[in-house]
């Protein structure tokens, strides 16, 4: 398959129901968890994206089988520490920074050493965020200036830790939770607000966890060397993979969509929390709860008089992977959109604040940009007439399929390259695309 695609055309109006990918955050969670509990798991609609299938990858390398029938994968755990390592293990993580990052947290205790890699553009990234408190465990961890390859070699002593995670990163409060697991006593993290799914898989799986909330900080104590039994899950949609839809729509001329069976969790919709704030339409409808995870069906109407916002720092981690598309939303609002204390965006797969300001540039709009926040001035009768080229983005797959929503809305001719890097979050992104009458080569 090419590795890049052109578009020459705006998308045609459309009014249609979609189901998107599901979540990956609690497909990776789930997959983690499951190799971890006494029993067979049964997880349904896993998301297939590279990310996942690396997670399930680096459980069966650590002795962890699994099978897939219909549309379920069956994990069959051992309980607790029951990994087992081979010697000279290497796992290797390839995009995915969560899955890099959890399954040191579940190494903790390994007899032998393992050696995590990952793909170049992970390889960037920083380590020291989550060596900071694993070691502080008693793990045994080496690397080269905190990032990949890391070293791992667990401890038999480990201690319960009191930490403080003060930049709002699920990862690091989701290693130190799976830490936690094996640590005898209770393990505090006291955490900045961040997506809550462990906290609430971990409550539904019975395993002993206190979470007690402030305005800025969710102070959470785990007790550790408590087994829990197999679970089933059923995955539901990704908010994430959801808001390029969203954001599709909105900029789409007179088009409805609906997006079924998404996963609403408060803690990941600041995206549209902001959206709303912009003036747009949007509707949850069918609201229920799974397994303590709020679900809804997503309703959204085209909009031509959005206006600008002043973005208030608390939504940051709220909709951390969604700033792409909220700029480019903000480009053609009416104003000049703020944003704050988001320099967390350039440690994502790409440094997002530069691919952002260049992206915007190349397409007329001012912006301004320094260390940590960015300036849109936006221009709602932006009419694009040029050919765009865009490449070298680390292989980010959201700077990716922002730059097709883009090409779809704003007009021009457009080259995008470097599609396969879609797979890592959303491998039929393009095919629901085409479905709504996206002409795409
Ligand atoms: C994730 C947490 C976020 C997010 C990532 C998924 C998770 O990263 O950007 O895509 O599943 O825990 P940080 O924890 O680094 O903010």
Redesign the pocket.
Known sequence: MANHISIRHKINSFDKKIKVSADK?IS?RSVLLASQAVGTSKISNLLESEDVLNSLKVIKKLGVDYTKRKNTYYIKGFGLNSFKIKKKTILNAGNS??LARLILGLLVKSKSQVKLIGDKSLSKRDFSRVIKPLKLFGANINSKKNRLPVEILGTEFLRPIYYEEKIG????K?ACCFAALNAPGTTNILARK??DHTELLFKYLKIPIKVKSNKQFDSIKVKGLQQYKAFDYKIPGDISSSAFFIALTLLAKNSEITILNVNVNKTRIGFIKILKMMKSKIKFKNIRFYKGEKIADIFVKSSNKLKSINCPVKMN?RS??EFLIIFLICSVANGISKFRKID?LRS?ETDRLKFASNFLKKIGIKTKVNKNAFKIYGNPNIKLNNTYEIKNFDKDHRACMMSIIAALTLGGKWIIHDTDSIKTSFPNFLKILKNLGAKIN
């Open positions: 955050s990776i920074g969560t990163s699920a990862q690091i989701t961040s997506r981690s951390i992977d967390e994502k």
